[in-house]
């Protein structure tokens, strides 16, 4: 058991560049997260915060973003429960929602990739200059920032950078670093109370002689991330240590309670998330006295990035946060941690259905929605959807050269159309349910991007074989019945 991860900050991620959710809900999720044990919010706006003056374009079209008044409700709501609110612009890496507008375009580091800015640019530390100081002229009472900067692919492969490190010494390390001091830096000169917060991984294999020659030394603190379950607990205490070493004693650690298993999973396991903190607890207790853990980000993503897929929604992950954040405060997932996450959310598992359903004294923001989307996830899955196309009959009776040589038995595919219909009814029945529930907790754009990234591609294949049947049917005189 392990008192420094237990007596730090627990933030909880909020990514809101996917279903962000209606104001309402947001409210209760705050108090929620209080509930369960969170004591500060870890806030990554993207799109959706109200950017004005030549930002406006960065603002979601897809929905409005949030009001000015509404972040003020958001912080209004997480200080009245004691959250402390960080918020996360992305400065480097990850600028998606930014470069992929024309008035951008000029300031990738390479065209097709939309992710990267051009560290050479002055018009480019000037955006994320101007990026910053909107986000933090609204959030005047927090004392800290993160700045992002992972993943910054394709360093390096621009012209301007391959010209930059032809000078004999230069690297791609040293223009990562050259880069993120000149963004922290012209933070500091306008706000030099407020303490900055990098993601750690461009960092990894970064000397700590040129980590210390870069100047960030006191500037910044790194969050080091890993979601696995299988995390490598020596390897990260070593990694801990070696920014010790490199004078970077102040760090956080940056764990997973959804949005990490895969880009297009839909219902969160707990126990998967629930060993990557007890892992993480291993690393705190093994840390030397030098190291200072300011705290841990329980990070929930929505997407991998801008332009992939919704991951699991908010309500189907919080029987994973509830237990993250009770094994953290615990220092294990005990009996009483378990029973304080039953108390609240009725179950420890999402995936529960039946305890989801027949809870009695207790439920939470979006229990319904959670139930549902586990029912019809379930279906999605079975097997007698996903391979229908091998199924006895199409795989007997309905291949492509049947088709070709029109040699179909009329039974055989009329039998084929039967049982795809009755798939497709049941799953667009269950649709129906999700997409009531959905539509009260999120925008109507946020219900049909979810229904048609993972339901309408999986349904896809049957609705095409349904009309080849048709086709062939009609051919043979047998059935002038549409399909849609």
């Excluded at 959030?139 to 700045?147: F, G, M, V, W």
């Excluded at 009959?393 to 159309?417: D, M, N």
Aim: glycine share 6%; aromatic share 6%; proline share 4%.
């Amino acid at each position: 058991m392990d008192q420094s991860l237990r007596s730090c900050k627990r933030l909880v991620h909020l990514d809101l560049k996917g279903a962000p959710p209606r104001i309402g809900y947001l409210i209760e999720l705050i108090q929620l997260f209080a509930d369960l044990g969170a004591n500060g919010l870890l806030i990554e706006y993207e799109d959706m915060f109200p950017y004005e003056g030549e930002l406006k374009v960065l603002q979601s079209t897809a929905q409005p973003p949030y009001s000015r008044e509404e972040i003020v409700s958001i912080q209004d709501a997480a200080s009245n429960r004691g959250l402390e609110i960080i918020p996360l612009v992305q400065t480097f890496g990850h600028l998606e929602f930014v470069l992929k507008h024309e008035v951008f375009r000029d300031l990738r580091e390479v065209d097709y990739c939309l992710g990267t800015l051009n560290p050479h640019r002055d018009g480019g530390v000037r955006l994320v200059q101007e990026m910053l100081q909107q986000v933090m002229k609204l959030h005047p009472k927090s004392t800290s920032l993160h700045i992002g900067a992972d993943e910054v692919y394709m360093l390096g492969h621009g012209d301007e950078s391959k010209q930059w490190l032809n000078v004999p010494g230069r690297s791609v390390h040293q223009l990562f670093l050259s880069h993120v001091f000149k963004v922290a830096k012209g933070i500091q000169e306008s706000a030099p109370n407020l303490k900055l917060i990098m993601w750690d991984d461009m960092l990894r294999s970064v000397t700590p002689e040129t980590i210390k020659e870069s100047g960030l030394i006191g500037l910044v603190q790194p969050m080091l991330w890993d979601y696995s379950p299988a995390l490598d607990v020596d390897n990260t205490v070593m990694l801990m240590e070696r920014y010790k070493s490199a004078g970077m004693s102040q760090q956080w650690a940056a764990s997973s309670f959804k949005g990490s298993t895969t880009v297009h999973t839909c219902v969160t396991s707990t126990q998967r998330h629930v060993d990557n903190h007890l892992q993480w607890l291993k690393v705190a207790s093994n840390l030397s006295a030098g190291i200072e853990i300011q705290g841990i980000a329980l990070t929930g993503w929505q997407r991998y990035d801008h332009l992939s897929i919704l991951c699991e929604l908010m309500p189907v992950g919080l029987p994973s946060l509830a237990s993250c954040l009770q094994t953290l405060v615990h220092g294990s997932f005990s009996e009483e941690a378990q029973n304080k996450v039953v108390e609240t959310l009725g179950t420890v598992e999402v995936g529960d259905t039946e305890r989801l359903s027949s809870r009695t004294s207790s439920s939470f923001a979006g229990a319904k929605l959670a139930e549902l989307i586990v029912k019809l996830t379930s279906l999605l899955e079975s097997a007698e959807l996903r391979h229908f196309q091998n199924n006895m009959y199409v795989r007997g009776w309905f291949t492509p050269y049947h088709r070709q040589k029109k040699a179909i038995s009329p039974l055989i595919a009329q039998q084929i159309k039967t049982q795809a219909r009755m798939i497709i009814d049941a799953v667009e029945s269950q649709v129906h349910d999700v997409r009531g529930e959905m539509c009260l907790l999120y925008s109507d754009s946020t219900v049909q991007e979810w229904v048609d990234q993972h339901v309408t591609s999986v349904l896809e294949p049957l609705h095409n074989l349904m009309r080849d049947t048709e086709s062939v049917l009609n051919e043979m005189g047998l059935c002038t019945e549409s399909i849609s």
